[in-house]
C-alpha cells in the first residue's frame, strides 16, 4: 500500500518535470521571435542566420527539436551560450554554469542549516505558548516579514551592517579563491537575508500545524490522562505534526529559489540565479533555457520530497489493516 | 457508603469576546458515592459535558470556572495545584470520550495509548500495564488480545475502539470513571454489547462513575442515581428507579414522554386506510446500486442488491437498518440523485429516467427529498422565504403575492412563526431549521415524501416533537412517506409498512404489525431485542436471548454469495448460508423474509 | 394522543435550547483598523497621487534649487539629496524628486498589480468553478474528458514551476511591456486561484442544499450564482487580499530585477533598483520605495490576518496548504 502510494507520487513527479521541461521548451523555442535573429543581432546576413539556424537543428519541427534538445539535456549537454556564438567561439554552457551551481549550493545549503533548525524552534516555541506576548511578537513580527519584499529585507540589512556599523562589505563578490574569513563575511549578509526571508515562512506554518494538531481530540484525551506537557507535545503532538512539518520544510526550501533570484542580484553574488536574469537581460535564450531547467527541477525534487515525507508519516499508509 | 466526589454549587462560565462571563453551569450539585454511577442526562446545552469535566478538574478551552466546589475525597480539584491535578487525571480519575476514534492518537499503538497513564503514574510498570491490558481487553471481549496492543487504532472497529478506551480509563485502576455519551455514536446492537461490558467492567473493578448521556433508556440499565439537567440547572435528583418510575419534575416527564415505546406489534400509524389504494404511488425494482462505477457498468461499491420495494398513495413506509446497509443509497436512488446499474424506478406505474437531469420537472415535483442535517440542506446565504419559495416558483409557477400567502401558510404548517420568513437559516435552532428543511419540501406538493434521518440529529424532545409534526402532515396531506432511520421506535411509531435492509438486501418486509411480531427474520430480532427498554434491569434480561449472544459488535460484510447475515446469525446452517442466496419466503399479506430455514423454524 | 401530549406539557417552558450564537459580524481589532487606513490612504494616492505631486516623475530638478543661500556653491549635486523642504524625500540617483516618483509609481504598481489580480480572478474563479461543478467536454453523450481532469493536471504543472522561473522565461523570450507583465501576472496567478476556487467550489458542491437544488432540477447556472457563488465569496474575497500582496511583490521584484516596468516610467520595484547604488551613501532614497510596497503590503495582510483569525482560522489553514 505504502509502496503503491510512494510509486505513484513519484510517476507523478516524472510526469510533471516532463510537462514542466515542454513549458520551458515552448517558452525559449517556439514562441515568435527567432532565437537566431535574436543571437546574432546586428550581424545577421541571410547566409549566417540560414547557417546558424542548421546548427541549432531550427530548420527542424518543434517536437523533433524539443526531443532533440530533451536528449542532449539528458546526455548533460546543455548546449552553447549565445556569447560568443556569433564569434565562433562558442562557451559550452555545461562550463559555464558549473562553478555558478557551486556557489548557489553552497549559499542556499548555508541558509538551510542554520535557518531550518532555528525556525523550527522559534515555531514550536509559538505554538507551545499561543497567545502569549511571545506568541504574539513572533506571529506579528514573521507576518510583516512575509509581507515585504525580499529586497527591503535585503537593503535595510545593507543599511545597517555595511553603511551605519561598517561591520560587512555590501556587495559579495567571490573570485573563487577566499578562504576562511573572507568567505564567511562575503556569504554572512546574503545567507542573513535568504535565512530571514525562509525561516519567516517556516516559522508561521509550523505554529499553525502544532497548534492544530494540539487541539485534535487525542491531545485532549492525553491531557486528561495527566500525560506531562513535554510528553504531549514531543509525543503525542509532534509524531503527528512530523509529516506536515517536513512538508513546511520542503516547500519553504522551493521558496528559496525566488528569495535566491533577489538576494543574489542585489549582492551581486555570482550563483546560478545571477547568471540567469543576466542571461535573460541579453536575452541569451539556451543559457535561460538551461538555468530554467536546473532551478525547475530542484523544485519538483524538492516538492516530491515534501510529499514523501507525508506519506511516510502516515499510519494509515505504514500500518495497513 | 462513603462519599468519593462531591459537587458543591459548581458553577462555570464562558467568557465572552468582550470579556464579559456567560454562565454555563448554574449552581450544581450533586454527589458520587464509592461504587456507585450517577448519570448526568439532559440535552444538548445543558452543561452535562462541561460538568462531568469538572470531576478531572478541566474546562474546555473559552470556559472558566466560576465559583462552586469539586471534591475528590474532601479536596478541591478546582483550586488543586497543575502538577496535583496531573497526578489526578488518569490515576483516580479517568474520562472516556464520545467519539473513540477522534480521540485515540493516530500514529502510537493501541496499547501505548492504554498503558501511557499508569506507566507515566507510577502505579505499574510497562510489563505489569501491559499484562493488565490484555487482561481487560479479555474482560471486554476483545478480540485477539495477544496482539491488540501491537495494533493502530484505525486497524480496529469503531465498537472496538470504544471498549479500547474503556480499557485505557480503567487500566490505571481509577476510583472514578468519567464517561461522556461513550454509546452514543454506536448502532443499536453495538450499543448493547458495549452497554454491557461497561457495566460488567465497572462492577468487576468497582469503581464509580458518572455517565452522561442524553439517553434516558440507556441511563435506565447503567445508573443508580440520575440526575436531570437543564440549561446548566439541575432539575430533579434521585435513585434510577424514582426518577425512571416516578418522575416529578415537569422537565423529565417530557424527557420521558419523548422516549419511544420500544417497538412491538399494534403501533405504526393507522391513516393509511383513510387514503384509497390504487397502483403504488412510488415502486422501486430490482435494484442494484453502488458507488464507483466502472467502465463495464458495474460498480467498485455495491450497496444494494436486487432490491425491491413499493409504496402505496398514502401510505408510510419505514426503512430500518444499521449503518452501512444501504438505505441512503436507497433513498437517493428513488431521488435519481444515484443511478442504478440494474433495476428500475417507477411512479405512478410508469418508468422514471434513472438519472436525475433526464426526468421532468413535473416527475422531480412528485417526489421530493427532505435531507437529514437541515444545518447543511440550507443554504446559509438564504433567507427563509426565498428558501420556501423557490420551489412554489419553481414547480407551481407561483409569483408575488401568491407567493408569499403560500409560503406563510407553509410555515403554518410546520409550527412556524410568520416573521421567520425574514431570518436566515443560521438564526434557527436545530428543531426550527429542520422543520423549514420539511416545509421547502411539501411547498413543492409532492406524492412522495423522502425523510432521510430526519430526526437524528435532533434532540429526543424535539424529535419527538416532528414525529408528531409528520404524522398530522399525513393525515392532513395523504402524502406517501418513506422514512428512512435506524432507530427502529421511531420507524414503528410511525410507519405502516417496514422494510428492513441488511447489508443492502431486504431480508424482512411487512405491515408493521407483522413485522414486529413472531415469526422474525434473526435479524430482525436481534435488532428488535438490541432497542433499549425505559426500565431498570432490561439490559440483563436481553443479554440472555440467544440472537444477542450470537453475533452482537460484528463487521457488517457486503458479500457476493450467500446470506450476508450469516456470520452473526445464531440460526445459521453451515455450507448453505454462506454459500447460496437464501430464497424468499411468502409468509402471507405482503409478509416476506429471505432466509433458508423454514417459517417454522423461525424464532419466536 | 397529541390531545394527551398537550395536556402533559401545557407551558412551553423548556423550549428547545438555541444553537451556538449566531456568527458574529466581523469586527477587527486595531491592526486591522490600521491597515484599512493605509489602504484607503494609498487607494486615494492612486487616485490623486500625480496631481498633487510638487514634480514631474520625469523631470530633473534645477541645481538652482540646492543652492544655500550664502554658499559659493553655484552647482550643487542634485541626485541623492538628503529629505529637505525643497525634496520631502529627498532625491534620486538622476536628480528626481523621490516623492512625486513615489506618487506616480503608486498608481504604476498598485495599478498594475490590481488588474492582474483581477485577471488572475477571472480566469482561476471561471475556471475552477466550472470545474468544481464537473463540467464535462462530451460528444454523442460520451465524456471524452472532465474538465476538472484536464485543468487539474495542467494546473499541477503550471504550479510547479516557481513564479519567478516562469515570469523570467517569458520576459526572456518576449520581452518586457507592461500589457505583458500584466497578462503574464494574470496567467501565473491564475493557477492557484484555480486551486482555490476549485476546492472551495467542490467544498460547496457537496453540500446538502447543492444536493437539494439539483433534486429540485435546478439547472447549472441556478446552483452556480445562487448556490455557489455567495457561499464562497467570503473565503475568495479574503483570498483576493493575499495574492494581490504577492502580486505586488511578484510585479516589484521584476522590475527590482529590471525586468519589470521600464524607464523612465516610475514604479516602487524598479525605483529600489535604481536607487541601490545610493546605500553606500546612506541615501534613503532605495529605502523609501521598498517602505511605500512593505505598508501596502503589510496592511493588507493585516486586514486578512484578522479577518481569518475571526473566521476560525479554516481559511489560513487551506491558504497554508
Known sequence: MIWRALLGRFSISVVTLFVVSVLIFIGTNLLPGDVAQILLGQMATPDSLAALQAKLGMDQPGYVRYFMWLRDVATGDLGFSKAGLGAGNATPIVQIIEPRIYNTLQLTSMVAVVAIPVALFLGLLAAMHPGTRLDRTITFSTLNLISVPDFLVATFLVLVFAVYLGWLPSIAYLRGDETGWGLIRALTMPTLTLMIIVSAQIIRMTRATVLNVMSSPYVEMAILKGVPRRRIILRHALLNAIGPIVNVIALNLAWLVGGVVIVEQIFAYPGLAKLMIDAVLVRDLPLVQACAMIFCASYVVLIFVADMASILSNPRLRHPK | MSILLEVDNLKISARKDDDSLLPIVKGVSFKVARGEVVALIGESGSGKTTIALSALGYTKPGLEFDGGEVRLEGEDVITMRSDHLRSLRGQRVAYLAQSAAATFNPALTIGEQVTESSVLHGILSKEQAHERAKVLYQALELPDPERLGRRYPHQVSGGQLQRLMAAMALCGKPDLLVLDEPTTALDVTTQIEVLKSFKSVIKQEGSSAIYVTHDLSVVAQIADHIVVLYAGEVQEYGTAEQVVSHPTHDYTRRLMHAVRPPPAAGQGDKTSSEHKRQAPALEVRNITAGYGRKRDGTTTITVLRSVNVSIERGQSIGVIGESGCGKSTLARVMAGLLPPTE????????????????????????????????????NPKQRIDHILGRPLEFYLGLKG???????????EMVELPQEFAGRYPEELSGGQKQRVNLARALAASPEVLLCDEVISALDSIVGANVIDLLRRLRQQTGVSFVFISHDLSTVASFADEIVVLYAGRVVEKGS???????????????????????RVGWLEEAMQTQEAQAGIDRLVTLTEIGCPFFDRCPLAIKDTCDQEAPPIRDLGQGHLISCHRPESEFLH | ???????????????????????????????????????????????????????????????????????????????????????????????????????FGARTTIGISFIATILAYLIGVTLGIAAA?????????????????????????????????????????????????????????????????????????????VEAARVRGEGLWWIITREILPNVAMPLATDFGLRFVWVILFI???SFLGLGVQPPMSDWGSMVKENLPGLIYGSVAPLVPSLAIATLTISVNMIVDDISAQTGGKLAKRMIS
Open chain 2, 343 to 378: 433495476g428500475q424506478v417507477l411512479l405512478d406505474g410508469q418508468e422514471l429516467n434513472p438519472a436525475l437531469a433526464q426526468r421532468s420537472r413535473n416527475e422531480l415535483q412528485k417526489i421530493q427529498f427532505v435531507f437529514q442535517m437541515a444545518d447543511t440542506a440550507l
Open chain 2, 401 to 411: 403575492k401568491e407567493k408569499r400567502q403560500r409560503v406563510g401558510e407553509l410555515l
Open chain 2, 512 to 534: 408493521t404489525d407483522r413485522v414486529l411480531s413472531p415469526p422474525y427474520h434473526p435479524y430482525t430480532r436481534l435488532l428488535i431485542s438490541s432497542v433499549p427498554e425505559l
Open chain 3, 1 to 103: 394522543m397529541s390531545e394527551t401530549q398537550k395536556s402533559m406539557n401545557p407551558s412551553r417552558q423548556f423550549d428547545e435550547l438555541p444553537d451556538a450564537p449566531p456568527k458574529r459580524k466581523i469586527r477587527l481589532s486595531w491592526s486591522g483598523k490600521i491597515g484599512i487606513a493605509v489602504l484607503v490612504f494609498w487607494a486615494i494616492i492612486v487616485v490623486i497621487g500625480p496631481s498633487i505631486a510638487p514634480y514631474h516623475e520625469a523631470e530633473f530638478l534645477e541645481e538652482s534649487l540646492f543652492i544655500v543661500p550664502g554658499s559659493d556653491e553655484k552647482y550643487p549635486d542634485t541626485d541623492f539629496q538628503p529629505p529637505s523642504r525643497i525634496v520631502l524625500l529627498g532625491s534620486d540617483y538622476m536628480g528626481r524628486d523621490t516623492l512625486s516618483r513615489i506618487l
Open chain 3, 133 to 209: 461543478v464537473g463540467y464535462r467536454f462530451q460528444y454523442r453523450g460520451f465524456t471524452i474528458i472532465e474538465l476538472d481532469t484536464a485543468l487539474s493536471r495542467l494546473n499541477d504543472a503550471l504550479l510547479s514551476i516557481p513564479s519567478i522561473m516562469l515570469g523570467l522565461v517569458m520576459i526572456a523570450a518576449l520581452g518586457s511591456t507592461i500589457p505583458l507583465l500584466i497578462v503574464l501576472t494574470g496567467i501565473i496567478y491564475a493557477a492557484s486561484v484555480f486551486r482555490i476556487a476549485r476546492s472551495l467550489g467542490q467544498e460547496v458542491m457537496v453540500s446538502d442544499f
Open chain 3, 252 to 254: 516589484s521584484a521584476l
